[in-house]
């Protein structure tokens, strides 16, 4: 009896989830690539709450949307650099059960060379980046694994795989980004979670000009529009990880192998022969 009753509780779940989409909560919704997402899922039909710190640029965005497309659009005006203000989007993540899928997208770069850059500032940096990004994934994540759907989108960037770009701490915290995203989705997917990492290279958005970087100035430099699209197209068939300007895709599937061949060498006894000190 128990079994049959659980079994018709789920069906009923399953059947309202079918129907329902899922509300989307994005971090960075007030411009750049956050506001692109928020358009798109907006045209989706899917419900929104936006999450940054300008308010006024929120209200405008979700204003033209609501009227645009007739969806829900709640706003949280938050720092995610300050504990209290996150602790109330991590609240929302874990206790509003309409929310199935986090865009983990706001974070910013740092002007000059690691000599330049202050301890406070790398600490903002590396708080934004990475500690918020994990806790709000980390907050949503028990939720959606227990309703055995939903997905956590987190934005990382190809400096995380270039340290040669000379942005050794902005890319550090890209680096966290897509291991973690690798890490969490061997460990998600079973229980029907999807996890993507989305690695952009130079996007035309404000980003480079509060890094002091003058963004003409650069090539290759790809519009917000095309980079969103791009992302979506990866989302919508599952993929682990996205990179939208890589036009050779089998690069990454070599890279990953190479990887992947190392890994059974790693438990071992002994040193390599090239590490014993008699070699
Ligand atoms: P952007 O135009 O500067 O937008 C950043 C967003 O993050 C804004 O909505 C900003 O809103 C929000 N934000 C910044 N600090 C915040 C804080 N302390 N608390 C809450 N929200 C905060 O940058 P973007 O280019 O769209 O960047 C989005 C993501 O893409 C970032 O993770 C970035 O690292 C990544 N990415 C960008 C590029 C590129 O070339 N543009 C390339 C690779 C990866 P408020 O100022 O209103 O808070």
């Known amino acids: 009896m128990m ?4 079994n018709i509780v789920s069906m009923l779940r399953k059947g309202n989830a079918m129907t329902d989409k899922p509300t989307v909560l ?3 919704a007030s411009t750049g690539i956050g506001a692109a997402y928020a358009e798109r899922f907006a045209r989706r039909g899917h419900d929104l709450v936006l999450v940054a710190r300008n308010t006024a640029r929120m209200e405008a965005l979700a204003d033209r949307l609501r009227r645009d497309t007739g969806v829900t ?11 209290a203000e996150r602790a109330v989007v ?3 993540l874990r206790d ?9 997208n706001a974070g910013a770069s740092l002007a000059g060379t690691f000599l330049d850059q202050t301890a406070d500032d790398i600490d903002r940096l590396v708080a934004l980046n990475t500690t918020a990004l994990v806790r709000l994934a980390h907050a949503v994540a028990p939720r959606l694994a227990q309703a055995g759907e939903g997905a956590i989108v987190n934005i990382g960037s190809v400096v995380g795989l270039a340290p040669e770009f000379g942005m050794p701490v902005y890319g550090a915290t890209k680096s966290f980004v897509l291991h973690l995203s690798q890490a969490l ?7 029907g979670v ?16 509060h890094a002091g970087v003058d963004v003409d ?8 529009d095309d980079r969103v699209d791009a992302a979506l197209v990866g989302f919508d068939r599952r993929e682990i990880v996205t990179i939208p300007p890589l036009h050779d895709g089998g690069q990454w599937t070599d890279f990953e192998a190479a990887r992947q061949a190392m890994i059974p060498g790693f438990a071992q006894s002994r040193p390599a022969d090239h590490y014993l000190a008699s070699a």
């Open 26 to 28: 994005i971090t960075g």
């Open 3 to 6: 079994t049959l009753i659980i």
């Open 185 to 191: 989705s061997l460990q998600l997917a079973s229980q």
């Open 90 to 92: 991590e609240a929302r």
């Open 96 to 104: 509003d059960a309409r929310i199935g899928i986090l865009i983990n």
């Open 73 to 83: 659009i709640d706003i949280v005006a938050a720092d995610l650099v300050d504990p």
């Open 194 to 209: 999807y996890v993507q990492a989305v690695l952009p290279a130079a996007t035309r958005t404000e980003i480079w000009g």
């Open 217 to 224: 100035t650069l090539s290759g430099v790809m519009e917000v």
